[in-house]
């Protein structure tokens, strides 16, 4: 998916699907910049013989890591790592008051 970031804006880095959806990161944007853009940048400089239409059975050994990806942004300084906390306020409609 495809996202316009401007600075100052805070990302919450997920990825999966469905059972497998997960959080990974939160972070601040430090200048403007498209999605899109910023992972083709990431994949031609970091993995330039990578192929998506590679056999995934194959893919173990050659596919990037999502953790590369975030690590990457911050030291080029699209976005700067922020320090968060996960407030979880119950379970089916329960509030956790312990």
């Given at each position: 998916m495809n996202?316009?970031?401007q600075i100052g804006d805070?990302?919450?880095l997920?990825?999966?699907k469905?059972?497998?959806?997960?959080?990974?990161?939160?972070f601040r944007a430090l200048k403007d910049f498209d999605t899109?853009?910023?992972?083709?940048?990431?994949?031609?400089?970091?993995?330039p013989d990578y192929d998506p239409d590679y056999d995934p059975e194959d893919w173990e050994e050659s596919r990037p890591e999502?953790?590369?990806l975030q690590k990457w942004v911050i030291s080029v300084?699209?976005?700067e790592e922020l320090k968060t906390v996960e407030w979880h306020i119950g379970v089916y409609?329960?509030?956790?008051?312990?």
């Open positions: 996202m316009k970031i805070l990302v919450l997920s990825e999966g469905y059972s497998d959806y997960g959080i990974l990161d939160t899109s853009d910023v992972i083709r940048e990431f994949m031609a400089k970091e993995y999502y953790e590369d300084g699209y976005v409609g329960q509030f956790d008051t312990h």
